[in-house]
């Protein structure tokens, strides 16, 4: 149930359907003791290998509603008021629906606002947690509202994308407000007619000689193309998509941090500059890849069944037999390298489940 392919069974597993479903299965692990885990599509996990102890859930809503058919209930307008012709169009969308699936019809419906995200395994239900993003798009961008069962009260109800506190590859859903909220519906504004997103420079490149704008479906191959060069894409038969896609943050540090680590890279000899860019506050970005690649693991490295992607550096691949343990003791061997080379920390991507202290 994980692109990674490891991880021990779950104690009991439940697939919820919808809302009721969700909410009898947690009333049943609470009933039960059971430790509960909430699990989409299972692309963003490191599950090990002795399994989950408690009840895994996994989110199987569907459904996508959209105003440009049918008016999603929460956006009905009220009896006298008249519906917004012009403007956004506000899809909600079921957590358990695939969101590669659910870009590729925006895509369809000529509607900009996730093209740039095409490609990117899991669940809806998935995105806000760690504000997926990608080529310059992030779905904070579009989020609207987030319909979720908190889990304090047993309620449902909508937070607002100023409540979720998106941010880099985080929200309230990983961070301050972890475990206490299972997403059931997202709702996202997209632009009908709007441009493709052209921020990324691998794609500007792959456009440079296109007459006028690429329409939103020449953006979204071009975007999955990219992404299959990469092992970025699910892709049946390739071992290097055996992964939970990059497996470490870009780290934002200090601008004087930054500074120093172009010094050394310069003083080391390193051919290509440390690639910075301004994340406010006096904070810069750093690229995990560079730091990664610059502190001896470049792609392809590693001798066993765990290693770096021979097509990626942020990404380490299960090649066929891994355990979670193996992955676990490769990523730290990883971190442990950058931090001696570069007095660098860098944070996991994927959730690490049942491991205990380390999570
Ligand atoms: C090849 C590959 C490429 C990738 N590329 C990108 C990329 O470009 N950008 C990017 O941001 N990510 C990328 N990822 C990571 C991953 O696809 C995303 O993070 C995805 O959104 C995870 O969704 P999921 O449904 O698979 O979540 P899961 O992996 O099942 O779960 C991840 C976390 O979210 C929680 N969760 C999942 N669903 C819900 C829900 N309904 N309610 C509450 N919590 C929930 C889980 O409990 C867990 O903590 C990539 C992964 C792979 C394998």
């Known amino acids: ?84 012709p012009h403007g956004p169009r506000h899809y909600v969308v079921g957590a358990g629906e695939e969101w590669d699936a659910f870009v590729a019809r925006t895509v369809e419906d000529g509607c900009a606002g996730v093209e740039a995200l095409s490609g990117i395994p899991g669940t809806v239900g998935g995105t806000p947690v760690q504000n997926v993003g990608a080529y310059g798009q992030e779905v904070s961008e579009t989020i609207v509202a987030v319909r979720v069962l908190d889990l304090q009260n047993l309620k449902v109800r909508e937070l607002s994308n100023a409540e979720c506190g998106f941010s880099y590859r985080t929200s309230i859903f990983n961070t301050t407000e972890r475990e206490r909220y299972i997403v059931l519906h997202v709702t996202y504004a997209l632009t009908p007619g709007g441009a493709p997103r052209m921020a990324y420079a691998d794609l500007q490149k792959r456009f440079a000689n296109h007459p006028g704008t690429p329409t939103l479906k020449e953006t979204r191959d071009a975007v999955r193309q990219i992404r299959e060069s990469k092992a970025m894409l699910i892709v049946p038969g390739d071992d290097d998509c ?110 690490m489940v049942g491991f205990g202290s380390i999570e």
């Not at 692309?43 to 440009?68: F, T």
């Open 242 to 351: 055996r992964s939970a896609g990059s497996f470490f943050k870009n780290p934002i540090v200090r601008d004087e941090k930054a500074a120093e680590v172009a010094v050394m890279a310069r003083e080391q000899g390193v051919e290509r500059e440390p690639p910075r860019y301004p994340a406010g506050g006096g904070q810069a970005k750093l690229s995990a890849a560079w730091l990664v690649e610059n502190a001896g693991f470049p792609k392809g490295f590693g001798s066993g069944r765990v290693g770096i992607s021979k097509k990626h550096t942020l990404a380490i691949v299960n090649r066929g037999g891994a355990t979670a343990a193996e992955i676990a003791a490769f990523s730290e061997e990883v971190r442990t390298g950058v931090r001696k080379a570069w007095g660098i920390e860098l944070q996991r991507e994927p959730v």
């Open 1 to 84: 149930m994980t692109t990674f392919r490891v991880g021990g069974p779950a104690r009991y597993f439940v697939e919820a359907e919808d809302e009721k479903d969700v909410i009898d299965a947690v009333i049943h692990a609470r009933a039960n003791n059971l430790r509960l885990f909430v699990l989409g599509g299972g692309s963003n996990l490191v599950v090990a290998d002795e399994g989950w102890p408690g009840l895994v859930l996994k989110i199987g809503i569907r459904g996508i509603e959209d105003d440009g058919t049918a008016q999603p209930r929460a956006l009905r307008p009220r009896s006298g008021q008249a519906s917004v």
